[in-house]
């Protein structure tokens, strides 16, 4: 008997256990304290029906009561569903055949068997809703960045633990190639996705996705996190490079200007972060062609043909022009079309002789508006020959400019090649 009565208090402990340390709400941890309660009662007495289960993991305590009916002495057919009259008498006095009797039942009498098998059974089913609640918790946070703590590193992995206690694993291939953890460390990434085999959530964390980067952009720079810059594209090689298209609808910001910040302060914080990854910032057009243009810099381009429904691009450029819009690696035109959606496919241009003196319509800055030299730029043409080659009504039509303007574009690229 003495053993018996242990586990009673043993039981409410761990129903302590559960309400201190377990993230379940109340209305869910009821449930299954009662549910793991009635399963012990039905094994015990073959029916739970006439039984009142009541928890308060609140307080970390629990009461079981059983409804018996009276009958007359000798005619107790169910022990379980009914009472003797003298026996419920010797519970009140004035109980009468066809009564109900209500009495609450001593848990340490369901056995020690009983008793241990239920405390199992709820620390299973409360581990099954934590770690349900946990998958639940970090897949609506997916693409959200966290702060946590190098627990151990190895070859493969990086095991973080969060704010919360929660493992988080750091694959190799999700680290930029120069990360390098020692324990203790802290670490910010983003949550890239959770699985959830066997029903034990597994979440893991990125350093090198796309949407590392737009966070870090997020918490270095305001206006993107106020809304008034957007990042309209990134494309990464984790280590090496990064390009992001950036645009405002406030004609007062230069979404550009904002991004780098005075002297780089606001991208060369993002840069450190990113252990030395060069990062372009362009702003975006909804041009194609000027898109493209912005994305293959510092190349300058001759001028570009489109295949909007393959997405493709045939970009041409003086020969000189053609190693700049590559890249190292070719990792330039890998990131361009990345950024941009176009197979961008490059070509050298051929060049007369008689052409090798041409000039950059940059360099007519001083006497033609810079706005006029961005629509012509805007259709592809970016030198002053290509330009003079180009009919007038195209010029016109094409960048969208007045008739007179266009006229006196002309009148200033011919004086030039003139007086040569």
Request: charged share 35%; glycine share 4%.
């Amino acid at each position: 008997m003495a053993k018996k009565k242990t586990e009673a208090p043993r039981l409410t402990d761990t129903f302590t256990e559960f309400k201190d340390n377990k993230n379940i709400d109340r209305t869910t941890l009821v449930g299954v304290l009662e549910e793991s309660f009635r399963n012990v009662i039905a094994r015990e007495y073959g029916t739970d029906e006439n039984f009142d289960v009541i928890v308060n993991p609140d307080k970390g305590d629990f009461e079981i009561y059983r409804t018996r009916e009276v009958v007359e002495d000798g005619e107790v057919t169910d022990p379980n569903k009914q009472i003797a009259l003298s026996e419920a008498r010797q519970i009140e006095e004035d109980y009468e055949v066809g009564e109900d009797v209500s009495e609450k039942i001593d848990v340490s009498k369901f056995g020690r068997r009983s008793i241990l098998t239920l405390r199992q059974t709820l620390a299973s089913k409360v581990m099954e809703l934590e770690y349900e609640n946990l998958y639940q918790h970090y897949k609506e946070r997916e693409g959200e960045m966290v702060t946590a703590e190098v627990y151990q590193a190895w070859k493969n992995e990086t095991l973080l633990m969060d704010d919360e206690g929660n493992e988080l694993i750091l694959p190799k291939q999700q680290q930029i190639p120069r990360d390098f953890f020692h324990k203790g460390d802290t670490v910010r990434v983003v949550i890239d996705h959770v699985d959830n085999p066997n029903g034990r959530p597994k979440i893991y964390v990125s350093r090198t996705c796309e949407s590392f980067l737009h966070k870090l952009l997020e918490q270095e720079i305001p206006e993107i996190a106020d809304n008034l810059i957007t990042v309209r594209a990134i494309a990464r090689i984790p280590g090496e490079r990064a390009k992001i298209a950036v645009e405002s609808y406030d004609d007062r910001i230069d979404p550009v200007g904002a991004c780098v910040g005075v002297k780089g302060s606001r991208i060369h914080t993002i840069v450190r972060e990113m252990h030395n990854e060069n990062i372009d910032v362009i702003q975006y057009s909804a041009n194609p062609k000027i898109f493209i243009q912005r994305a293959l810099q510092p190349a300058q381009i001759s001028s570009i043909e489109l295949d909007d429904v393959n997405m493709k691009a045939a970009v041409y450029l003086r020969p000189t022009e053609v190693s700049l819009a590559i890249g190292k690696n070719g990792i330039n035109i890998k990131l361009a079309s990345k950024l941009t959606g176009y197979s961008i496919d490059v070509y050298r241009e051929i060049v007369d002789e008689s052409e090798e003196d041409d000039i950059y319509l940059d360099e007519f800055a001083d006497e033609i508006d810079q706005w006029v030299i961005d629509a012509i730029k805007g259709i592809g043409l970016k030198t002053a020959r290509s330009v003079l080659k180009t009919p007038r009504e195209a010029l016109i039509e094409q960048a969208d400019l007045e008739e007179d303007t266009v006229d006196e574009v002309i009148r200033v690229l011919k004086a030039e090649f003139d007086e040569e």
